[in-house]
């Protein structure tokens, strides 16, 4: 029997900016009826680019939900952006999407980000298909983009439609599968099996080659093939199916998004070839000892929510697939994060930024919920008493930062709420305080990234921002050994205050801190009295040497000391600490000390020079390469902080794209400018 679940396909629409996913997504649209014209990006006017940044820079910046019938199917149509900072979304919509429909340009061919997210949906071993979108266009050539993409992607990518026409002449498409012609006149499609003349020979022949490779997937098939029988369309498709999910063979589609040309032709092929919930593997979580759990309807419901969003008029909306059982509208589940019962209060039906309520949700279905209390991107709703969750997603640690403070102090506290809700809702963004340079930093994948978290976040929450560059946390540390007498003593009539300590300093190796010894005798200092001379230094440390930066990595031993039994207390041996450490800097100086940076740089081959020789302009220590195959190579390095701050933008400016970079901290050592 057919359920709800086996009616449900989950699409992501993936590809390099630019290539038509969202023209693509609001055509599907338009065929389905949902709309009564498809919108356009430059227009902003889409269903699924709802946020003002998207108008105003007429290109997808979110991860956009359309869920819509199309005949018996339920379609949930995720639409990632496809620009590079935003990859992190398109990762999240590969993670739910039970099938990736790659939208190719037709007159571009493949781009840097179709290559990347293919190797992404390949290691999750999600079933591709392309489509070759912009046949529309001067210049628009299927053979050629179809040969790049064979050359990329192997033996198993299969055309099953030929373009009937190109560029102006573009009309329609010949399935190769059925030898069927459909055409478009004037939006609607007509289809007949008279095959145009000019495409004829050409087809025909196409045909047998999708018949030969395709009756190679099943053994009964090509005995029958290879005994001359006629194989039957019905047969045919069953085996592209099960090539299909199986991962060996890709098909190839063609059309127009700005004319809905064989758009009607794709969801229809989508609906047949691609693979229900219920037929994939289960998805991985932890805990009770089970390792994946399958997309049954009368299971135990389990929910994943994989984002956040903030609408201007109803709050938080959560994004979840429903892996596991049937939820309801007020149903009550876990947060496996907080520990927290969050009760369902609404489910909706997504459509852009438009929702309709709903009663339940089956296993595998794509939802939003709102009212929530405290979920965020990434979290697992469970029954009570499971311990069931979904792991997290390991995106790629943000590598570039900007400063950010709020322009009113009266809007400090609000600014502080606004980063930690940008982030629930993206967590590939990262926001820290640095305590060295008192500087918030938003971190994220590159420049465009955080420029629009920043301009959403003023729009959002009406805060005026000052923005600057990231400071570079220098330190300093004394240059050798010294002996130096702090005194303090002061005398205003009555009590007084004296302290004079003699102490020993000298520098300790990279990263061992502060060590504060009392090697002291008789009683010169009194007992109770000699951590605050180590108080005082540690204060004297953290204001800085001759150039302004913390002092680190400093041993302090107290020699001899002088007090009075009226006039010393605590204060002022603090401040013949601090004194003696003046005056050790004054008499031997300091040198600087530079945070660096352990960069891993992966890009094509052929660009490892390059990267290799900007890291040594940028006083990069290379310190090896290691294979990262698909003709890749990663380079490994040692830079100064202050050289790489602007590095992913120029990295992606010298690859095209193609490099790839990881940043962590690795340890501080001497700047080599002039003391």
């Known amino acids: 029997m057919t359920t709800e679940t086996d009616l449900i ?22 065929r389905a009826g949902v709309v009564t014209r498809p919108g356009r990006v430059e227009s902003g006017n889409t269903v699924l680019d709802t946020q003002p940044e998207e108008h105003d820079r007429t290109q997808s910046l ?3 939900l359309a869920s819509f019938s199309w005949g018996d199917y339920r379609i949930n149509l995720l639409d990632p952006p496809g ?15 039970d099938v990736a429909v790659f939208v190719i340009d037709g007159v571009s061919g493949l781009q840097v980000n179709d290559e990347l997210l293919w190797q992404a949906a390949g290691e999750r071993s999600i079933p591709r298909i392309l489509f070759v979108n912009k046949m529309d266009k001067e210049r628009a050539s299927f053979d050629v983009v179809l040969s790049g993409i064979r050359d990329h992607f192997g033996s198993g990518v299969e055309p099953v439609d030929l373009p009937v026409g190109e560029a102006s002449a573009f009309t329609g498409v010949a399935d190769l599968l059925t030898e069927h012609v459909i055409l478009y006149d004037s939006g609607s499609a007509n289809t007949s ?9 050409r087809e025909h022949e196409q045909h047998e080659h999708l018949v030969e490779d395709v009756v190679e997937i099943e053994d009964d098939l090509l005995s029958k093939y290879l005994d001359g029988e006629d194989i039957a369309v019905a047969e045919l498709e069953h085996a592209l199916r099960a090539g299909f999910a199986a991962g060996s063979l890709w098909p190839v589609l063609c059309g127009s998004a700005v004319d809905a040309i064989a758009v009607d032709r794709l969801l229809d092929f989508v609906c047949r070839i691609a693979p229900a919930p219920s037929e994939v593997p289960g998805i991985e979580v932890r805990g009770d000892g089970v390792a994946e759990v399958g997309c049954d309807p009368s299971g135990d419901p389990l929910a994943y929510v994989f984002k956040t969003q903030t609408d201007e008029y109803v709050g938080q909306v959560a994004l979840m697939k429903i892996l596991s059982g049937t939820v309801h509208a007020d149903d009550v589940l876990v947060n496996q994060r907080t520990g927290a019962k969050e009760r369902l209060h609404n489910l909706l039906r997504v459509l852009g930024s438009k929702h309709t309520a709903i009663g339940t949700a089956e296993a595998g279905d794509i939802v939003g919920a709102i009212k929530l209390t405290d979920v965020a991107t990434g979290d697992t709703l469970a029954p009570v008493g499971s311990s069931l969750s979904v792991p997290p997603i390991q995106h790629r640690r943000p590598v570039y930062g900007i400063a950010v403070a709020a322009e009113s102090a009266g809007d400090e506290d609000k600014l502080a709420t606004a980063l930690s809700e940008l982030v629930s809702d993206d967590p590939t963004l990262e926001v820290s305080r640095d305590s060295e340079t008192h500087q918030t930093v938003v971190r994220g994948a590159g420049d465009v990234h955080v420029q629009v978290a920043l301009t959403r976040l003023k729009r959002r929450y009406g805060i005026t921002l000052q923005t600057e560059p990231v400071k570079i946390a220098y330190r300093e540390t004394l240059l050798g050994p010294v002996e130096t007498e702090g005194r303090h003593k002061k005398q205003s009539g009555g009590h007084g205050q004296f302290g004079v300590a003699t102490v020993r300093f000298e520098p300790l190796p990279r990263d061992e801190g502060y060590d504060f010894v009392d090697a002291t005798r008789g009683g010169v200092i009194p007992k109770s009295l000699i951590p605050a001379v180590g108080k005082g230094i540690a204060e004297s440390m953290g204001r800085g040497g001759r150039h302004g ?31 003696a450490l003046r005056a050790a800097i004054d008499k031997v100086g300091t ?44 380079v490994i390095a040692s830079v100064p902080t202050s050289e790489i701050t602007d590095y992913p933008v120029a990295l992606r400016s010298m690859t095209h794209g193609r490099g790839r970079l990881a940043l962590e901290f690795k340890c501080y050592q001497e700047r080599p400018e002039p003391r």
């Open 193 to 201: 099996d008279e095959l145009p003349a000019d495409i004829a020979d």
């Open 83 to 97: 620009y590079a900072d935003f990859v992190g979304d398109a990762t999240t919509a590969l993670r739910v999407a």
């Open 9 to 30: 396909r989950n699409i992501a629409l993936v590809g390099h900016q630019g290539n038509g996913k969202t023209t693509l997504a609001e055509a599907m649209l338009y």
């Open 591 to 634: 040198l600087v000390l530079e945070p660096v940076d352990h960069v891993e740089v992966t890009v094509p081959s052929a660009l490892q020079g390059d990267v290799m020789a900007d890291l040594g302009r940028r006083r990069g220590q290379i310190e090896g390469t290691e294979p990262a195959g698909d003709g890749e190579v990663t």
């Open 549 to 579: 930066f913390p002092l680190v990595d400093l041993r302090a031993t107290v020699l001899d000391g002088k007090h009075h039994s009226v006039d010393s207390d605590d204060f002022s041996f603090r401040m013949a600490g601090a004194l």
């Open 62 to 64: 979110a991860l956009g």
